[in-house]
Structures are given as structure tokens and as C-alpha cells.
């Protein structure tokens, strides 16, 4: 016996400080002058570069975001600090990032009219840990009151989609009857807040997604019909922070290359063909044909990106009601991305519409989930 598996709820956290591009602008050009007169001499003998300005018109137009979410805005906007700064919390306490996922896990068990009770697995997928163990989504589904199992996965920005698959093939198989997948993403703090060419990128926020088998469902909800996951081994996004550093010789932690780093016109050239052509071949599987797809929730990561990617996928520019954008508000929130895009942009959906969610990101990854929307 096969089970079908529905997406019956979603949860965003949305984090309490925003950070404009103005602000963002002015705290990193406080910065840069500051570095600039603190070095004067290595920069005026040429032996050291002095950093550039950023500029509010560059990250606008390069890519489409307006603004970011941050669970700490203080520190990020000091000039003197430049990344976020979180209170230490004890062991005994909840952490943060179980603590954003709890905050969407009930929201999306609410949204599906269920309760800790009617859930089997807790998957937290996202593209940081917190720590290396015990397993944060074993923390959420304590917190929860979750009985059955949890467990951590990663693969970048693409940790969402690929969680989605794990569990809709679990429930399939009827190993589980539901499991929240839960994405929790600090990305402020492994963003570096000091290079201009990323400054802008990321944002923070939770998503969640409750997966159940269709028998069990309270509300309509979308089925999903098929997933699919691909990788292909890239440096061009990169952290190298990892718990071996302290076993090298070369293992500063505040070095460049132990948060996120990215050759982004690299990645624009390459991460654009595998993804339209894996979404092209998925729905070709599926026999889909693209003018049947009323919905595609892309990651979130560059306005361009998902402006071309949309129009390869349909062959002519999609409406901002068919390929809706969260990243002016949210920029990029690695693996909830494109979990934020579907929560707030599906409710209108009519039953039998057809949708894409897809991700794609380091690793390189992409994960792609058509759904159906069930009356
Ligand atoms: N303000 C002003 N100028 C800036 C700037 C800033 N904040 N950051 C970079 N620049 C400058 C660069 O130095 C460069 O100057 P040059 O032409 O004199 O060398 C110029 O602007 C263009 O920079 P470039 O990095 O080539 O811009 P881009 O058009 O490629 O846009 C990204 C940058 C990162 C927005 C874009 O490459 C991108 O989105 N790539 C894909 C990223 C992605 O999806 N990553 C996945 C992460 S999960």
C-alpha cells in the first residue's frame, strides 16, 4: 500500500529587526572608513587596498533586495563589530534556532488544524547548525512534545526541498504518517558583513512545512506529486568553518574564507542552466506541460536569476503572480527561501492548479517539488 503526501501547513518566522539598504549602506561605509584611516599608511604605500564604498543604487539593481530580517541588528550595524551579537544562553535554555523553528512549526501545525500529537518525525534542514550535537531537530521535536524521531540535514540552500523529499518518500513508503521539516536560518551569522560584494546578501527566518498523508489531512491542502534532487560538486560557494579547524595550522576563525564565500557571477553562469533544464526534465517526467504550472516559488536568492529561470521554465516572462518574489522584504534566507515564497503565496491556488517549488544553491544543489493543489 502507497500513501500520498500532502503539504497541509507552513509556518514563517519572520525575525523582529529589519535592516534597510540605506542602513546597511551607512554601517558599511562607517566601516570602510574606518579601515581605510586605521591603515592610511599601508594603503598610501600600496601595500594594502583600501575598501571601497558600497552603494545602496548597486545592491538594488544587482539583486532586487530591498531589505533583510536579523534576529540582532545592533551589532550588525556597529562599525566596530559587523556581525550579530546573541546573548549566551545556557544549556538548560532553548536555542535560537530551535527556538525560531518552534515559533513556524506551530504555526504551520495550526495552519493544518493539527497538534504535536499527529506528528511522527521532526526534520530541521537548514544551511548552518548551531552545533555539532545533540541534533537541534531532536531539541524541537523535545520542545514540541513530538514523539516518534529527528533528526539534522544540510545541504545549503537547498536543505528545504531536499527535507521534502526525505519525508514525502518516508510517507510514501508508510515508515511515518507525517513529519515536520523545519528550516531555521541565522544566515546573519555567517555572513560577512565586512565585503561589499556580499554584505547585502542574506537575511534571517524559519519556515516550516507539515507533510502528512492524505487519509489524515483536515484541510485540502497541495499533494505532492514527485520530487526531485540533484548535485554536482562546485567550489564557488564555500565556507570552510568547520570543526577540524582547530587541528590545522592555518585555523584563524576570523579568517575571510570561515564564512560565506562566493564567486557570484560564477555561480549566476552556472547554477541558471542546471536549474531551468532540472525543472524542464522534471516536468517532462511528470508530463506536466509548463503552461499547466500556475505557480513557481524559486528560491530567493537574485531577482535576475528567477526572472530568467521563470522565463525559460514558461517561455515568456511570468506574471509576479505566477513566479512571486519574496526577497525584496526577506533577501536571501538560504534553504527558506522559496518555503516563504509558497506560505504566502499559495492560498489562492484552485483545486487541481499545479506549482513548482524549487531551490538551488551551494553544493550545487537543486530540489524540485510539483504539487498539486487538492479541492
Ligand atoms: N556596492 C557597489 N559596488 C559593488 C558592490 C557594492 N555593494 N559590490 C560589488 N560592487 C562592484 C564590484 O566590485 C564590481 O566592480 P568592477 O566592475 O569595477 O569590478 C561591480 O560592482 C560588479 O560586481 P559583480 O560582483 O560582478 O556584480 P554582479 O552583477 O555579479 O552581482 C551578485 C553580484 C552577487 C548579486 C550576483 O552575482 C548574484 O546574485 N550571483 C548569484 C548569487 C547566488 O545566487 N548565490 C547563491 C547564494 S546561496
Known amino acids: 500500500m502507497t500513501y500520498r503526501p500532502l503539504i497541509t501547513g507552513t509556518g514563517v518566522f519572520t525575525p523582529p529587526h529589519i535592516i534597510t539598504n540605506a542602513e546597511l549602506v551607512t554601517a558599511f561605509n562607517a566601516y570602510a572608513a574606518l579601515y581605510n584611516s586605521e591603515h592610511s599608511a599601508e594603503i598610501d604605500a600600496g601595500t594594502r587596498n583600501a575598501i571601497a564604498p558600497s552603494s545602496e543604487e548597486f545592491i538594488l539593481k544587482a539583486s532586487g533586495i530591498e531589505q533583510r530580517f536579523v534576529m540582532d541588528k545592533a551589532g550588525i550595524l556597529d562599525p566596530h563589530v559587523m556581525h550579530p551579537l546573541f546573548r549566551q544562553r545556557s544549556d538548560d535554555e532553548p536555542s535560537l534556532m530551535a527556538e525560531m523553528a518552534l515559533d513556524a512549526a506551530l504555526k504551520a ?30 531539541e524541537i521535536q523535545k520542545l514540541l512534545g513530538v514523539n516518534g524521531f529527528a ?12 527535507g ?3 519525508a514525502s518518500d518516508m510517507i510514501r513508503s508508510g515508515s511515518i504518517k507525517s513529519a515536520l521539516i523545519v528550516n531555521p536560518e541565522i544566515c546573519s551569522a555567517h555572513l560577512e558583513w565586512r565585503d561589499r560584494d556580499c554584505h547585502f546578501i542574506f537575511g534571517d527566518v ?6 502528512e498523508r ?15 534532487c540533484a548535485t554536482d560538486f562546485s567550489n564557488n560557494i564555500r565556507n570552510n568553518n568547520g570543526f577540524l579547524r582547530r587541528s590545522r595550522p592555518d585555523g584563524v576563525i576570523d579568517r575571510r574564507d570561515m564564512q560565506f564565500m562566493q564567486n557570484g557571477r560564477k555561480v549566476f553562469k552556472e547554477v541558471l542552466p542546471m536549474v531551468s533544464t532540472h525543472i524542464a526534465d522534471h516536468l517532462e517526467q511528470m508530463a506536466v506541460a509548463p503552461d ?24 515568456r516572462v511570468p506574471t509576479s503572480a505566477e513566479q512571486p518574489n519574496i526577497l ?26 499545479h506549482g513548482l517549488i524549487c531551490s538551488f544553491g551551494a553544493g550545487y544543489s537543486v530540489g524540485s517539488v510539483l504539487v498539486q493543489r487538492r479541492s
Not at 113 to 130: F, H, M, Q, R, Y
Not at 214 to 228: C, H, K, P
Open 164 to 166: 521534502i523529499q526525505l
Open 109 to 138: 501545525l495550526d495552519a493544518a488544524g493539527k497538534t504535536p500529537d499527529d506528528v511522527d518525525a521532526v526534520i530541521c534542514a537548514a544551511s548552518n547548525l548551531e552545533r555539532a550535537y545533540p541534533a537541534v531537530a531532536i
Open 206 to 211: 524559519a519556515t516550516a512545512t507539515f507533510i
Open 151 to 162: 533528526f539534522d540535514m544540510n545541504v545549503a540552500c537547498s536543505s528545504a526541498t531536499f
Open 214 to 228: 492524505d487519509s489524515a489531512a483536515n484541510v485540502a491542502g497541495f499533494e505532492i506529486l514527485s520530487t526531485r
Open 328 to 353: 525584496q522584504d526577506y533577501a536571501n534566507t538560504s534553504s527558506a527561501g522559496s518555503i516563504i515564497a509558497f506560505s504566502q503565496n499559495s492560498a489562492d491556488l484552485c483545486g487541481g492548479d
Open 292 to 315: 499547466m504550472l500556475r505557480r513557481l516559488w524559486l528560491h530567493q536568492a537574485n531577482k535576475s536569476m528567477n526572472d530568467f529561470i521563470g522565463r525559460k521554465v514558461l517561455g
